[in-house]
């Protein structure tokens, strides 16, 4: 599990922080209020699109265009003030996985387990891979997004053809950002959000799949207590393991309504932000065919804000999954050796798993089902548009 682990820890520090004073530092310390200061700045990035697609509301193309980026700049909002309102809920939960995991291993039966358990190793190589890809997908839009206007700028200027300047993101401040040093200016603070959207957004993103992968391995982990329980043999025995199998089912229950609850807003966020993202970008993508360049700009956001959502469905599908088969476990065990009293035991815990594991956020559930249904939506979408075109 250590390895898993430190894909949370390298989430922290995208945002500045370690386990040690993440742990230690209260609400109150300036580390909140770097939340704070990087939640209003995102925030302000808004305005300035905002004023773009009024400036331009006659302009379909144009405002779909803005309407893409204020849409991924809001999910990151979202996440930011997530993280500030439930920082010390994130801390509690990677400080019970690991106690988790130390209990877990202090337990001599639990030992077999551990032995050659690659799907941990698998697990986590797949969260790091997701993360990575996620986070060089965005820093690749954003790098795209930042040097289109240089390009211009330098292409044009060799050509000794006249441009005007545009600014990488579509925005419109309320002063001339055509004209230095206002153009400079709005350069510099686009580059400054885009760099704060990518950190935050891979972080947070992250500690999600590394919580749902810490929680799968748990649940695969009880699955083979389960199978463990030596039925028939010492009934003294067998009635302390099965209650330390029934303590872990209740723990793991625990940590995966505390997930649910602090992603609740952010679960609900990219689901209902996606489905209008998926809308003006595919608008975008369709408008564009004849350039090569700006298809290659929205193809890549259009798979950076799907690999986001995926993360979230592959992380909510795996619990569910996972969840379910502890009842599966326990009819393939050999409870037809259990005494009476253990049995009800094991009708309890399989009652239980019956009710799926869900991370959801009002309608919207975070499974592989719903994510297909938006791919779904997002071809429907393409040939709608070629049609009315």
Not at 169 to 174: L, S
Not at 222 to 230: S, V
């Given at each position: 599990?250590?390895?898993?682990?430190?894909?949370?820890?390298n989430?922290?520090?995208?945002?500045?922080?370690?386990?040690?004073s993440?742990?230690?530092?209260?609400s109150?310390?300036?580390?909140?209020?770097?939340?704070?200061?990087?939640l209003?700045?995102?925030?302000?990035?808004?305005?300035?699109?905002?004023?773009?697609?009024?400036?331009n509301?006659?302009?379909?193309?144009?405002?779909?265009?803005c309407l893409s980026?204020?849409?991924t700049?809001?999910?990151?909002?979202?996440?930011?003030?997530?993280?500030?309102?439930?920082?010390?809920?994130?801390w509690?939960?990677?400080?019970?996985?690991?106690?988790?995991?130390?209990?877990?291993?202090?337990?001599?039966?639990?030992?077999?387990?551990?032995?050659g358990?690659?799907?941990?190793e698998?697990?986590?190589k797949?969260a790091t891979?997701?993360?990575?890809?996620y986070?060089?997908?965005?820093?690749?839009t954003?790098?795209?997004f930042?040097?289109?206007?240089i390009?211009?700028?330098?292409t044009?200027?060799?050509?000794?053809?006249?441009?005007?300047?545009?600014?990488?993101?579509?925005?419109?401040?309320?002063?001339?950002?055509?004209?230095?040093?206002?153009?400079?200016f709005g350069?510099?603070?686009?580059?400054f959000?885009t760099?704060?959207?990518?950190?935050?957004a891979?972080?947070?993103?992250?500690?999600?799949?590394?919580f749902?992968?810490?929680?799968?391995?748990?649940?695969?982990?009880?699955?083979?207590?389960?199978?463990?329980?030596?039925?028939?043999?010492?009934?003294?025995?067998?009635?302390?393991q099965?209650?330390?199998?029934?303590?872990?089912h209740?723990?793991l229950?625990?940590?995966?309504?505390q997930?649910?609850?602090?992603?609740t807003?952010?679960?609900?966020g990219?689901?209902?932000?996606?489905?209008?993202?998926?809308?003006?970008?595919?608008?975008?993508?369709?408008?564009?065919?004849?350039?090569?360049?700006?298809?290659?700009v929205?193809?890549?956001?259009?798979?950076?804000?799907?690999?986001?959502?995926?993360?979230?469905c592959?992380?909510g599908e795996?619990i569910?999954v996972?969840?379910?088969?502890?009842?599966?476990?326990?009819?393939?065990?050999?409870?037809?050796?259990a005494?009476?009293?253990?049995r009800?035991?094991?009708?309890?815990i399989?009652?239980?798993?019956?009710?799926?594991?869900?991370?959801?956020?009002?309608?919207?559930?975070?499974s592989?089902?719903?994510f297909?249904?938006?791919?779904?939506?997002?071809?429907?979408?393409?040939?709608?548009?070629?049609s009315?075109?």
């Amino acid at each position: 599990m250590a390895r898993l682990f430190q894909l949370q820890e390298n989430c922290l520090l995208l945002m500045g922080h370690n386990m040690k004073s993440f742990g230690e530092r209260s609400s109150l310390h300036p580390l909140g209020l770097r939340h704070i200061v990087s939640l209003v700045f995102v925030l302000s990035a808004e305005y300035p699109m905002l004023s773009y697609v009024v400036y331009n509301r006659d302009d379909m193309e144009l405002i779909t265009a803005c309407l893409s980026v204020a849409f991924t700049n809001l999910v990151t909002v979202t996440k930011i003030w997530t993280f500030l309102a439930y920082k010390e809920s994130f801390w509690q939960m990677m400080h019970s996985f690991r106690q988790l995991d130390t209990k877990c291993k202090s337990y001599s039966y639990y030992a077999a387990k551990y032995e050659g358990y690659g799907y941990v190793e698998h697990g986590n190589k797949l969260a790091t891979l997701l993360g990575r890809a996620y986070s060089i997908s965005c820093g690749f839009t954003g790098l795209y997004f930042m040097l289109g206007p240089i390009i211009k700028i330098v292409t044009n200027s060799w050509r000794g053809v006249p441009y005007e300047r545009e600014l990488p993101m579509p925005m419109k401040f309320p002063f001339n950002d055509v004209e230095s040093p206002g153009y400079e200016f709005g350069f510099v603070y686009t580059l400054f959000v885009t760099i704060f959207v990518v950190l935050y957004a891979s972080a947070v993103d992250g500690l999600f799949i590394s919580f749902a992968i810490n929680l799968r391995a748990h649940f695969q982990a009880l699955q083979q207590d389960i199978h463990l329980l030596a039925f028939g043999q010492e009934e003294q025995l067998v009635d302390k393991q099965l209650a330390d199998v029934v303590e872990y089912h209740v723990q793991l229950l625990s940590l995966s309504r505390q997930l649910r609850h602090i992603y609740t807003p952010i679960v609900f966020g990219q689901f209902f932000i996606t489905s209008l993202e998926v809308g003006v970008i595919i608008y975008q993508i369709v408008t564009h065919l004849d350039s090569i360049m700006a298809l290659l700009v929205y193809f890549s956001f259009f798979c950076s804000i799907m690999l986001q959502l995926f993360i979230y469905c592959y992380g909510g599908e795996i619990i569910k999954v996972e969840s379910l088969r502890v009842g599966v476990a326990i009819q393939t065990s050999t409870w037809y050796l259990a005494s009476n009293k253990q049995r009800r035991c094991l009708i309890f815990i399989m009652n239980r798993s019956q009710r799926e594991v869900l991370i959801k956020a009002g309608f919207y559930e975070a499974s592989l089902a719903n994510f297909l249904a938006i791919l779904r939506a997002a071809m429907s979408f393409i040939t709608l548009i070629q049609s009315i075109e």
